[in-house]
């Protein structure tokens, strides 16, 4: 009888065990956590890598010519900013040490950095070198100045190569001492706030500066976003809609460019583009729910997304992460 009771005191547990972490599963909250650290560790790998891919394509379809590559990524790089207390910036390098733009001083631009070092002696250029022409990405760490404070401070990079060219782009934080810790959806949520934020400052920047004409920034849009996938599982994509609804780029489905999206609906009857257009207008940015074809998996799932309107124009940008 004992031996009964026993097992079946032991069945019990396993039952309540396996419901809470299947609940744990089903909560977003709940699926871990993540040091700050290493949170803006992954946030900017996701934005360098992500620019990397799309310059590449940029580049190989659009832009041949190597003067007029320099005059892309400087008007892209300059007036781009990320983070909250606006620290983060790309940086572009070729292979032989030669700076090609550095937005947050411009005199270093068009010069050789091959023998620059730190405040502590590091050769930092050659260290991303290094990175970028054996393994193709990488962190490399070093002292920088932080624009947000005007003083030298450690800073963690992530450098990529900007594929079928000799260059390298690279962004990084400024390292806290913080150890504090932050759930995997607000790390994600705070990824897709600033990686969304980049490019829609960058797109703007180049369709003053470039592309001018409407049918020419279509045409930028889905060669530099469509090919852009992110997150481990590459479920990460980008799209373009305007405030009428009419989708302009789409990198998780192609066939949908061209179309009017204003009246669609997701599964739970949600006209989600429409939610996304209201907080475009006002506030011009923030977070939408829905739900959507997860590409990782196949199937309809819920999903949280950062839109922003883009700058000086009638479009906002998205992408988001399944929960």
Not at 7 to 20: D, E, G, H, K, P
Not at 134 to 159: C, D, H, M, R
Request: with cysteine; aromatic share 14%.
């Amino acid at each position: 009888m004992k031996k009964n009771i026993t097992q079946l005191v032991l069945l019990l547990l396993a039952v309540m065990i396996c419901c809470i972490s299947c609940n744990k599963d089903d909560d977003p909250d709940n699926t871990g956590m993540i040091s700050l650290y290493e949170s803006d560790k992954l946030l900017v790998s996701i934005v360098v890598g992500s620019t990397a891919k799309g310059f590449s394509f940029v580049f190989s379809n659009s832009i041949p010519d190597s003067l007029a590559r320099v005059d892309f990524c400087r008007s892209y790089t300059h007036p781009l900013r990320y983070f909250e207390d606006q620290s983060g910036y790309f940086f572009i390098q070729d292979f032989f040490g030669w700076n090609v733009c550095q937005p947050t001083d411009t005199t270093l631009e068009g010069t050789d950095l091959w023998d620059l070092q730190d405040p502590v002696g590091n050769y930092f250029i050659r260290d991303m070198t290094d990175i970028a022409t054996t393994v193709g990405s990488g962190f490399a760490e070093y002292y920088w100045n932080n624009p947000a404070t005007g003083q030298n401070e450690k800073k963690l990079s992530y450098i990529e190569v900007i594929s079928g060219i000799e260059y390298f782009i690279g962004s990084g934080f400024y390292i806290r001492s913080s150890s504090a810790l932050i759930t995997i959806l607000e790390s994600n949520k705070e990824i897709l706030k600033n990686l969304n934020l980049s490019f829609a400052e960058g797109i703007s920047a180049v369709f003053t500066d470039i592309y001018a004409d409407s049918l020419d920034q279509v045409e930028f849009c889905r060669t530099l976003l469509d090919p852009i996938k992110f997150f481990e599982d590459n479920s990460g994509y980008f799209y373009i809609v305007d405030l009428k609804g009419n989708c302009i780029s789409h990198g998780g489905n192609n066939t949908l460019e061209g179309q009017y999206l204003y009246d669609l609906q997701d599964v739970m009857g949600s006209y989600f583009i429409r939610d996304m257009i209201a907080v475009a207008e006002n506030p011009g940015q923030g977070f939408t729910e829905y739900y959507w074809n997860n590409p990782a998996t196949g199937k309809d799932e819920k999903k949280i997304a950062y839109v922003i309107r883009i700058p000086g124009t009638d479009y906002f940008i998205g992408s988001g992460v399944y929960i």
